[in-house]
């Protein structure tokens, strides 16, 4: 059983902080995604990676960074809170085949809020 | 530009109506198309690929080039249905496995 895990569930945190949310999965996968869901907007990706230090853009990467340090583990930073970052946030995993699209994994989320 | 569409926010049916929740995309290249779905308190899943061509939980969903539209149908709705559903694109033969997501509909299942 493919376990995504998200380090919370919740978070609050202030504007001007810098935030982490960390994300770890089990299945030896290379592929990892962090997306923000919102309602009336659907899912949105921030950032993926597909290899160990390797990263790409997402469709909103604006006040967010990432690292993956190791293949398992896939952070997203949030560099200085703002309100506008409040949100839930998912954490995805897929698994690398060339030549063929495989099905993503999905934590639990985390909802954060920047007051 | 690449863009999945999900007209309806909310749709509910009574149980043992049929349902279908609507989705229309725009892309240039060749597309794979899938469904997720999110119960609640649950993670968000895959349900079904437009390229496995099979029924999940009797939903069923084919892919339309002509009019660019995956549209989720199942013919009798049951409670257990209820959920967010979203659907999603992504390059046909990607191996980054990024997707493009609709805006979700949430399906109420009536009793």
């Known amino acids: 059983d493919v376990k995504v895990t998200q380090s919370s569930r919740y978070l609050v945190k202030r504007t001007g902080e810098k935030v982490f949310l960390e994300c770890v999965q089990d299945?030896?996968?290379?592929?990892m995604f962090w997306y923000r869901q919102d309602p009336g907007l659907g899912l949105r990706l921030i950032y993926f990676s597909y290899d160990v230090k390797m990263k790409e853009k997402g469709d909103i990467p604006e006040g967010y960074s990432v690292s993956r340090e190791k293949k398992e583990r896939f952070s997203l930073i949030l560099e200085s809170a703002s309100t506008n970052q409040t949100s839930m946030y998912l954490c995805a995993s897929s698994y690398w085949d060339p030549g063929r699209n495989t099905e993503a994994f999905f934590g639990q989320g985390t909802r954060l809020t920047v007051v | 530009a690449q863009r999945v569409t999900q007209p309806e926010k909310l749709l509910s049916v009574f149980k043992g109506a049929p349902v279908e929740l609507k989705c229309n995309y725009s892309y240039s290249g060749s597309p794979e198309l899938f469904w997720y779905v999110q119960y609640s308190r649950q993670r968000l899943q895959l349900l079904l690929r437009h390229i496995s061509r099979e029924s999940i939980k009797g939903f069923t969903a084919d892919l339309n080039k002509g009019e660019t539209s995956f549209h989720l149908k199942k013919p009798f709705a049951q409670e257990e249905d209820s959920a967010m559903y979203y659907c999603?694109?992504?390059?046909?033969?990607?191996?980054?496995?990024?997707?493009?997501f609709g805006q979700g509909t949430t399906l109420q299942v009536k009793p």
């Open positions: 299945m030896d996968h290379e592929n």
């Open positions: 999603a694109l992504s390059r046909r033969s990607s191996n980054t496995g990024k997707l493009i």
